[in-house]
């Protein structure tokens, strides 16, 4: 891997703009995650981004990719990405340094580019990881890269360096089998399965979300209990409310269902969505065979969805648990800093 460039002054900054969070890195390896649940406070977004820039200054530039256009509180991804591009130019222009946007193709946009290129830069974060992925990690061979997020899965093709899939957008991706929705924290347990076994008895889940994979891989030690409320019902992140959550999606609660019970529950729900994301895998490989030997590249914080045989590589392991949480934002960074990317 290519070393980063140190500036000892100003910082260059990347930002993963999502649905439920922000998430930053610069080119001194520091790193931000906060959580910002768009849906509810897209007005507030410009606030939050100046706020959470004050813990790396000096800036040189703001460097930025998206998903979160898709949040439902706006009609449609253009609007969504005008929105998140003015409000990121709003934060750019209260620190005084410039701002691009990341496109899929590679592609650097200006604010007012971006804002008539939004079918171009709307949901471009996972191409960034995948170009960083091929120019820093993995540069020759056959590769797949896999990150799994707290809402989405991407499986990306990447052929001797270069991403492979020629889809762009979010219906094309879904087609494909390279996007999956199906993430480790925010995937509500109804979408994921319709019934539960319980007491010898195959029992109808509620179609309500009561409970989500956050709780699912909670309960099976896959993540631990925190202080946060970012729960489905708002209540505590631990154990006890976890169980009593996913007790819900069959109508029983903490009083008849116990912790070990609610971990049999949490287990079939699991391997549900590992099977979402492993068929999603095998609709790729009808247009992309050859990833059935590629070596496999792992990003995000639920490669416990991952199932196979692969010969695989953790981004955590080569980069540090931080900055591969933030990886679409590190990636950013990456790409400007080699040049690898063209201005519009």
């Not at 094309?172 to 993430?183: H, Q």
């Not at 399965?193 to 409970?211: A, K, Q, T």
């Not at 049999?264 to 391997?271: F, G, I, S, Y």
């Not at 590249?297 to 080569?318: I, K, Q």
Request: hydrophobic letters at 45%; proline letters at 3%.
């Amino acid at each position: 891997m290519t070393p980063l460039r140190r500036s000892a002054d100003n910082a260059l900054v990347g930002i993963d703009i999502g649905g439920a969070n922000l998430k930053y890195a610069d080119n001194q390896g520091r790193t931000l995650a906060v959580d910002f649940p768009l849906w509810r406070k897209s007005d507030d977004l410009a606030k939050q981004l100046i706020e959470d820039l004050r813990s790396f200054a000096p800036l040189e530039r703001l460097l930025v990719t998206m998903t979160g256009e898709l949040a439902d509180c706006f009609l449609d991804r253009g609007i969504g990405v005008r929105h998140i591009v003015d409000h990121a130019n709003q934060a750019a222009d209260a620190v005084g340094v410039p701002l691009s946007i990341y496109g899929v193709g590679g592609r650097w946009y200006s604010p007012s580019q971006a804002r008539d290129e939004s079918d171009h830069v709307a949901a471009a974060n996972w191409h960034a990881l995948a170009a960083f992925t091929g120019l820093d990690i993995e540069s020759d061979g056959l590769v797949l890269l896999v990150d799994i997020g707290s809402t989405t899965s991407d499986l990306i093709p990447i052929r001797d360096g270069k991403v492979a899939t020629e889809a762009v957008t979010d219906f094309d991706r879904l087609c494909e089998g390279s996007l999956v929705y199906v993430g480790g924290q925010r995937t509500p347990v109804c979408a994921l399965v319709d019934r539960l076994h319980i007491e010898g008895r195959s029992v109808p889940v509620m179609r309500e979300v009561f409970s989500t994979m956050d709780d699912v891989r909670l309960l099976l030690g896959f993540v631990k209990p925190s202080a946060s409320c970012e729960t489905a019902d708002g209540s505590p992140r631990d154990l006890f409310h976890s169980a009593n959550r996913l007790a819900r999606m069959v109508g029983l609660g903490h009083r008849e269902v116990s912790l070990e019970s609610a971990g049999d529950l949490a287990l079939q729900v699991h391997q549900a969505a590992r099977k979402a994301v492993h068929d999603g895998l095998e609709r790729l490989k009808s247009d992309y065979p050859w990833i059935a030997n590629a070596r496999l590249v792992l990003s995000g914080h639920a490669d416990d969805l991952v199932s196979g045989n692969f010969d695989a590589v953790s981004l955590s392991a080569l980069l540090g648990v931080d900055l591969s949480r933030c990886a679409p934002a590190y990636a950013l960074v990456r790409l400007w800093e080699a040049n690898a990317c063209v201005a519009s």
